[in-house]
């Protein structure tokens, strides 16, 4: 089943930890254990970021972030979020109350619903469409017809968005917003600073 790419969960987790303050990692060994991924993996992985200055690997520095915008831009523009997609629907419920009962069957919640729960208020744009990380039984949402009510999509979860909470980190949800069509998610992207979407400011802490 389609899900997100090992290359991207790398650098999901590396922005991840960027914004956290930590931007240096010992190795490529040490961040392929820390993810349970190959290490030939993992290399192929950070050759693109390395090759446009986002990221810098040295044998006394190790791998360190050097751009963490740049390496979400990356981020973003190699998402395709429709192509995780397993099934889509509509609803006669609103967003919001989608979005709760998703949370509360055990879905990891994504999107603009995920932008939502890390700024804890919304003052962005409303929005009809939820994105939702988990394979659920739907049947109890009332159907909407068509291009009415709220449009669900349900994407496969790679095996590592687990690590992050309910929620999927602000950086992937950044990039599935970017990945989607419409003028609501084209608001949220314009609205969400990529500077303090990866904490660009935050201090660093080099491993």
């Known amino acids: 089943m389609p899900m997100m790419s090992k290359r991207e969960v790398i650098w999901r987790h590396l922005l991840v930890g960027a914004r956290e303050g930590r931007r240096g990692w010992p190795s490529v060994t040490a961040l392929a254990e820390e993810l349970g991924i190959a290490i030939s993996t993992t290399h192929r992985s ?18 360190r972030v050097l751009d963490p915008v740049r390496l979400l831009a990356l981020f973003a523009a190699h998402r395709h979020v429709q192509r995780d997609l397993v099934s889509k629907s509509w609803a006669a419920m609103a967003a919001t109350e989608i979005e709760a009962a998703a949370v509360l069957a055990g879905a990891t919640l994504g999107g603009f619903g995920a932008v939502v729960a890390h700024l804890g208020v919304n003052r962005i744009a409303d929005y009809s469409r939820v994105l939702i990380y988990g394979r659920l039984d739907l049947s109890f949402l009332p159907k909407a017809p068509e291009g009415d009510g709220t449009e669900v999509w349900v994407a496969e979860p790679d095996p590592w968005l687990r690590l992050y909470g309910p929620v999927t980190p602000l950086v992937q949800a950044w990039a599935d917003l970017f990945s989607m069509p419409g003028w609501q998610a ?18 660093v802490l080099l491993v």
């Open 46 to 63: 950070l050759a693109h970021p390395l090759e446009i200055g986002a990221l810098d690997l040295s044998p006394l520095g190790g791998l």
């Open 186 to 203: 084209a608001r949220f992207v314009e609205a969400l600073d990529p500077r303090e979407v990866t904490g660009i400011d935050q201090p």
